[in-house]
């Protein structure tokens, strides 16, 4: 480590030491003679690109960070409705033990808030004593702009088609692996989304989707098809350009529930600075 790297190093630890921003504009250093990357606008070390945001980590491995838009913490469904047709109407989803439990036959929910590219995090659990068999097991699922289903779902030793057991990008990608707990046990999806991208009817981009379940990894950047459904290829359909997140009424037959549900929006390399 050069001298100079060295220096650099101790400010940007003084930034993680609670420093604040302001020794990002005293501490700036880099190169201007140096090779510009390719595909990029910026010098190797470039001194003129913009520092990314600061941003507080949870204090636990999947609490919310201090960017994050908070859907569900326990405390009430003030982020979320169903429909009737497209009239909003106050959710029948129930809050329960600090948890949000499907009211079956009420149908899906959705939040108010529309998103588009986001990173989510959300957490599920199966009664313990789930009944049924293969797609009648405790379904549910997370609609990425109520579009894009990640199966939710009781695959602990219980099989039905691979591409739709709990963690599928429903009926097109089958989880790269099964990590999935006991019913009764919490389970965990960490999705990163990319929206699709329209120039108007035409698809510029389709959707891509990674997938951590469990902290494992269950899809790594897949492309979307399209959108996802039962025993159809949908294609893709020019849509705005963020939509809601929803989730499945698939009618459990016992409780099935979610908890600590939180998303942020996601930007580009290179955002202007705070
Ligand atoms: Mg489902």
Same mark, same amino acid.
């Not at 030491?17 to 470039?46: M, N, S």
């Given at each position: 480590? %050069?001298?100079?790297? !060295?220096?650099?190093?101790a400010?940007?630890?003084?930034?993680?030491?609670?420093?604040g921003?302001a020794?990002?504009?005293?501490?700036?250093?880099?190169?201007?003679? %140096?090779?510009? !990357?390719?595909?990029?606008k910026?010098?190797?070390?470039? *001194?003129?690109?913009?520092y990314?945001?600061?941003?507080?980590?949870?204090a636990?491995?999947?609490?919310?960070?201090?960017?994050?838009?908070v859907?569900?913490?326990?405390?009430?469904?003030?982020?979320?409705?169903?429909r009737? @047709?497209?009239?909003p109407v106050?959710?029948?989803?129930?809050?329960?033990?600090?948890?949000l439990q499907?009211?079956?036959?009420t149908g899906?929910?959705? %939040?108010?808030?529309k998103? @588009?590219?986001? #990173?989510l995090?959300?957490?599920?659990?199966?009664?313990?004593?789930?009944? @049924?068999s293969s #797609?009648?097991?405790?379904n549910?699922?997370?609609?990425?702009m109520?579009?894009?289903e990640?199966?939710?779902?009781d695959s602990?030793?219980s099989a039905?088609?691979?591409?739709?057991q709990?963690?599928a990008?429903?009926?097109q990608? *089958?989880?790269?692996?099964?990590?999935?707990?006991?019913?009764?046990?919490?389970?965990?999806?960490?999705?990163v989304f990319k929206?699709?991208?329209f120039?108007?009817?035409? !698809?510029?981009?389709?959707a891509?989707v990674?997938?951590f379940?469990?902290?494992?990894l269950?899809?790594?950047? #897949?492309k979307?098809?399209?959108? %996802?459904?039962?025993?159809?290829?949908? *294609?893709?359909?020019?849509?705005?350009?963020?939509d809601?997140?929803?989730l499945?009424?698939?009618? *459990?037959?016992?409780? !099935?529930r979610f908890?600590?549900?939180?998303?942020r929006?996601?930007?580009?390399?290179?955002?202007?600075e705070?």
């Amino acid at each position: 480590m %050069t001298s100079r790297s !060295l220096f650099i190093f101790a400010c940007a630890a003084a930034a993680c030491a609670g420093a604040g921003a302001a020794y990002i504009a005293q501490q700036r250093d880099g190169y201007r003679d %140096t090779p510009i !990357l390719p595909g990029q606008k910026w010098h190797v070390h470039d *001194p003129d690109r913009p520092y990314p945001h600061e941003v507080t980590p949870g204090a636990t491995l999947g609490a919310a960070t201090s960017d994050a838009i908070v859907l569900f913490d326990g405390s009430d469904l003030s982020h979320w409705e169903q429909r009737h @047709g497209d009239k909003p109407v106050a959710p029948k989803w129930k809050l329960i033990d600090g948890c949000l439990q499907v009211a079956p036959g009420t149908g899906d929910l959705y %939040t108010k808030e529309k998103f @588009g590219d986001c #990173q989510l995090h959300i957490e599920w659990q199966e009664d313990p004593h789930v009944t @049924g068999s293969s #797609q009648g097991r405790g379904n549910s699922g997370v609609f990425l702009m109520s579009r894009f289903e990640i199966q939710v779902l009781d695959s602990y030793h219980s099989a039905t088609y691979a591409d739709g057991q709990a963690g599928a990008i429903y009926g097109q990608w *089958p989880p790269l692996v099964n990590p999935i707990r006991k019913p009764g046990e919490w389970q965990t999806y960490d999705i990163v989304f990319k929206a699709p991208r329209f120039d108007g009817n035409k !698809l510029l981009e389709p959707a891509y989707v990674t997938v951590f379940f469990n902290g494992v990894l269950a899809h790594d950047h #897949q492309k979307l098809n399209g959108p %996802t459904g039962h025993r159809v290829i949908p *294609p893709y359909e020019p849509h705005p350009a963020e939509d809601s997140l929803s989730l499945q009424d698939h009618g *459990p037959a016992q409780p !099935l529930r979610f908890r600590n549900i939180w998303i942020r929006r996601l930007a580009d390399y290179d955002q202007p600075e705070k």
